[in-house]
């Protein structure tokens, strides 16, 4: 794990990059914030008022003194950020609408990563992940030619990392969606310096079922390939014959992944939350993640129970997602 996060640092350390942290009195956000800082892996970004920040760090014993510190009712920039925004809404805010959301941590930061002066955004150690996502799918938008963003984690054990999707975002995704999860996990994959081999799961390996639900899978297939056609994918794959080549060679002996894949997409968000889950508990795989993509630039969301480390890797991979942009 340490091995993982030491090529990502190393990825980052000299680039400059600026991460939002909107939670700006919670102690695990300060406290990792304040490593970074020091560290000068990055430069946060914490939003709230400046003499309570001040004074919630003097009290846990942190140095914020290198982080810059803004606040949105005191920002002097902020009728170019209300202009922005109404722009950006198209006709579904108004300047007084503006004023008003812009003063919400969240609506802020984005706004700060839409408006090029900050990087990526870390959330969610005091807010839901509908209140980190909204703002971000409202604002930043997901990219050219995908229509939803997705969560994945990646899955460290030792020198093994896999990618694990969509564990985090949606529910029931149609083929169009698997095709676009498999492509953005791959493009995730790299990101971790894993070559992707994508295997698009399900209970059934190469027509030995039919149903609704692997007709779904077969159609992402094809549409994925279409999208990236240099993708090593297959589907549909049983985890058994798309992870152990013995498996592979009895049940899909034709297959380009031979029982060698390293990506893994779910066919539904109930399959891969229960699986990454299993992977942890069971199989003693850490979990980082949920790593949000397919947006034009990085926001991320955290766990409400995660602690400082946890805010420190996930403002590591965010700067990481920004430098490979």
Known sequence: MSTLFDQLTDKVSSKGKKIVFPEGLDERILTAASQ????????????????SISKKAREIGVDVSTCTILEPSDYAEMEEMVKSFVERRKGKATEEDARKILLDENYFGTMLVYMNKADGLVSGAAHST??????????IKTKEGIKKTSGVFIMVRNDEK???ADCAINIAPDSQDLAEIAVESAVTA???????????????????????ETERVLNALEIAKGKDSALMI??????????????????????????????????????????YKIAQRLGGFE???????????????LSRGCNSKDV???AIITAAQAVAE
């Open 312 to 314: 420190y890797n996930l």
């Open 36 to 51: 970074l800082a020091s560290a000068g892996v990055l430069t946060p970004i914490i939003i709230g008022n400046k003499e």
């Open 190 to 212: 790299r990101l971790f310096d894993v070559d992707p081999r994508v295997a698009m799961l399900s209970f059934s390996t190469n027509g030995s079922a039919k149903s609704e």
């Open 234 to 275: 297959d589907g549909e794959l049983q985890f058994d014959a798309a992870f152990v080549p013995s498996v592979a060679e009895k049940k899909a002996p034709d297959s380009i992944l031979k029982g060698n894949a390293n990506v893994f997409i779910f066919p539904s968000l109930e399959a891969g939350n229960i699986g």
């Open 130 to 139: 509908a209140d980190t996502v909204r703002p971000a799918l409202q604002i």
């Open 162 to 164: 896999y990618v694990f």
């Open 287 to 301: 979990a980082v993640g949920p790593i949000l993509q397919g947006l034009n630039k990085p926001v991320n969301d």
